[in-house]
């Protein structure tokens, strides 16, 4: 069945950077369109960024844009997420799934930005 993992959440000072990973499984990932969403303390679950299957970044949130870079390992079936300049604001747990029709959510990995 899909599965998805994240990790790499962490607690960062304001200005840090952090990477995430996403490791995937039960469908063929090279093919398919991909994000990175995140859920906040006040807000529902967000879309962060999309990226296609040829690596085109999709989707990208405003407030992220110059900051976050989502990546894709085809042969791994792995995704990443590499955030610089963190802020307060970014604090949440961020999950990975399918751009379209996202489903069977991983755990999450909690990401902190606070001094």
């Known amino acids: 069945q899909v599965q998805f993992a994240e990790s790499g959440g962490a607690l960062v000072q304001p200005g840090g950077s952090l990477k995430l990973s996403c490791a995937t499984s039960?469908?063929?990932?090279?093919?398919?369109?991909m994000a990175w969403y995140r859920r906040t303390p006040d807000r529902a679950r967000e879309l962060v960024v999309g990226?296609?299957?040829?690596?085109?970044?999709?989707d990208i949130r405003d407030s992220v844009k110059g900051r976050f870079r989502p990546s894709r390992d085809d042969v791994n079936n792995r995704m990443y997420l590499q955030m610089d300049s963190l802020k307060p604001e970014d604090t949440g747990v961020y999950y990975c799934?399918?751009?379209?029709?996202?489903?069977?959510w991983g755990q999450g990995t909690q990401v902190t930005v606070s001094s």
């Open positions: 799934n399918f751009r379209n029709s996202p489903n069977s």
């Open positions: 039960g469908f063929i990932f090279r093919t398919a369109h």
């Open positions: 990226i296609s299957a040829p690596g085109a970044w999709t």
